[in-house]
């Protein structure tokens, strides 16, 4: 995140008569300064992520058997509904046939039954119980194609499938892991939030997504998030999706979360040297009518180099940010000097 600070900061080594070590004869102690002035500034924060698969299944039989066919080649593409494994049904085709053959006798008869029925030839208990017995082998013939397809493993989901776990001729039971299956486009990613931002990243709010050993920035929008605070961490998992077309997002690595929530227009903003810790909180060292004061702030927004502050400070006061450990409150001191550059301006303070 990159502030835009408008407030300017005087630096310098000191002339002959000052030389920054303290005051005395030698006249008040040169320092360096910075003004407070407003300056917008991103709210946010950085978080770890780690990418999700959108879908991502291990393999399974749900018979036991011997494989004959592997329809897949380890790493590759396959689509929704692809043959992956085939295993040995001999034996259940044959009972299948079988079966069909029974029930094709069985609907013969209930056919010349009804016929009979309706001449009354047969009682209508009769032909009750040759309707049962066709209904019966449907049942049969239906249980038996069913129990078929489980001897052929399909892809849930089009994706990208892992290395294989098993061989041809090999022998698969249920629980035995063929390979994993992994959909990455989009991909997501899981990242957690500190409990008092949660309420401000909703759905539809957009992250940005770096990983390492790309230059590449990604856009994640977010759309679920655990519906409880961690009690551990005091913070709440949030999942957002982004688009993954060329594969560069790797289920199971680690993201940098950029987290983006508005910007403070009016902020108050010192580099970040220039806060010192103090009993019971922090303070920062005015100068004020040519001596140092000191003012209790809290701090804010953090970047590299820079801290947002609250507090007994407003726009125009001046800050002391060097020689603060030699500085005490109502010493003499005085802004060091030094040539301003042409081009010197604003200084930017960068947030990663």
Do not use: C, H, W, Y
């Given at each position: 995140m990159v502030p835009m600070v408008a407030a300017w900061s005087l630096a310098g080594c000191?002339?002959?008569?000052?030389n920054g070590m303290g005051g005395g004869p030698s006249g008040p102690m040169a320092v360096q300064v910075h003004v407070l002035a407003p300056t917008p500034l991103e709210d946010?924060?950085?978080?770890?992520?780690?990418?999700?698969?959108?879908?991502?299944?291990?393999?399974?039989?749900?018979?036991?058997?011997?494989?004959?066919?592997?329809?897949?080649?380890?790493?590759?593409?396959v689509s929704a509904?692809?043959?992956?494994?085939?295993?040995?049904?001999?034996?259940?085709?044959a009972q299948l046939r079988k079966a069909e053959a029974e029930l094709q006798l069985a609907q013969v008869t209930e056919e010349r039954q009804a016929r009979l029925l309706e001449a009354k030839g047969i009682s209508q208990e009769a032909f009750d119980a040759t309707r049962t017995e066709r209904t019966g082998r449907e049942a049969a013939v239906d249980n038996l194609r069913a129990l078929l397809d489980k001897y052929t493993v399909r892809a849930p989901f089009s994706g990208t499938i892992g290395l294989r776990r098993v061989s041809p001729g090999g022998y698969v039971a249920p629980g035995t892991v063929i390979a994993t299956l992994v959909q990455a486009d989009p991909i997501k990613v899981d990242f957690a939030v500190p409990e008092r931002h949660a309420r401000r990243l909703r759905p539809g709010g957009t992250v940005d997504l770096t990983v390492e050993g790309d230059t590449a920035h990604w856009t994640a929008v977010v759309y679920a998030g655990e519906a409880d605070v961690d009690p551990g961490t005091r913070s709440i998992s949030i999942r957002a999706r982004c688009p993954n077309p060329d594969g560069r997002l790797t289920p199971g690595g680690y993201a940098r979360v950029e987290v983006r929530l508005g910007t403070i227009a009016d902020a108050l903003v010192v580099p970040s040297d220039?806060?010192?810790?103090?009993?019971?909180?922090?303070?920062?060292?005015?100068?004020?009518?040519?001596?140092?004061?000191?003012?209790?702030v809290r701090s804010g927004i953090r970047t590299e180099?820079?801290?947002?502050?609250?507090?007994?400070?407003?726009?125009?006061?001046t800050v002391i940010t060097s020689a603060l450990l030699a500085v005490r409150d109502g010493m003499a001191v005085r802004p060091a000097e030094r040539k301003r550059s042409p081009n010197a301006g604003a200084r930017k303070m960068q947030e990663p």
């Open positions: 000191g002339n002959g008569d000052g946010g924060f950085t978080a770890s992520g780690t990418l999700v698969a959108n879908e991502s299944v291990a393999l399974q039989s749900e018979v036991s058997g011997r494989i004959t066919q592997i329809g897949f080649e380890e790493g590759g593409r509904g692809q043959v992956l494994l085939r295993i040995d049904d001999d034996d259940l085709q220039a806060l010192v810790p103090d009993i019971g909180g922090e303070k920062v060292m005015l100068m004020k009518g040519g001596k140092a004061r000191s003012a209790r180099t820079a801290v947002q502050i609250f507090g007994d400070v407003r726009p125009g006061d």
